[in-house]
């Protein structure tokens, strides 16, 4: 399983943004083209090991929507979107993420009190999104089931861990070596 995942990943170019080396690739970009045997790789693995006995799947604009209606698709569970750009609905919050390579705000709508979520992300390399984010989202009374890191980078996973005391699923760790995607290990492994 994820053979086509671990072959995309593998034959991404590197691009340096200041003295992060960020990698291109579907699942993470949307370029070059996705798939669709990766994302029901990735849907399957996420289905496999993550706990789907939640409410809504919650996805992070703009690369986690992909990742989220597939697993939608295949679970017939309603996701939601935590988006970068505010609306002003009633409820709205506003989570302030810092990543390797920026800052921005995100907004939270139609998630409530008491809902069971599973939480997805494109990528954990620095943890500042994620752990911003189930920070506020234990804040709204949500009960995190599973948090999902499709691709790990760096120690990103142990700082959210640590920091949050949530587990993070990741299913490819990697890492950039000489300028090239070197695969580590895969949840399946």
Known sequence: MLEEVKKSLESSPIVKKGDYNYFV??????????DPKMLRELSLVVHKHADLDIDKIVAVEAMGIH???ALSLATDIPFVVIRKRQYGLEGEKQVYQKTGYGSSNLYINDLHPGEKILL????????GTLIALIKTL????????????VIEKGEGKEIVEKETGVEVLSIIKLDVIDGKVVIEKTIED
């Open 25 to 34: 690739n579907p699942i993470s970009d949307g370029v070059p083209a996705m």
């Open 67 to 69: 990742l989220a209606t």
């Open 120 to 127: 997805i992300d494109d990528v954990v390399s620095t943890g």
């Open 138 to 149: 234990e804040d709204l009374g949500l009960e995190i089931k599973s948090t999902v890191a």
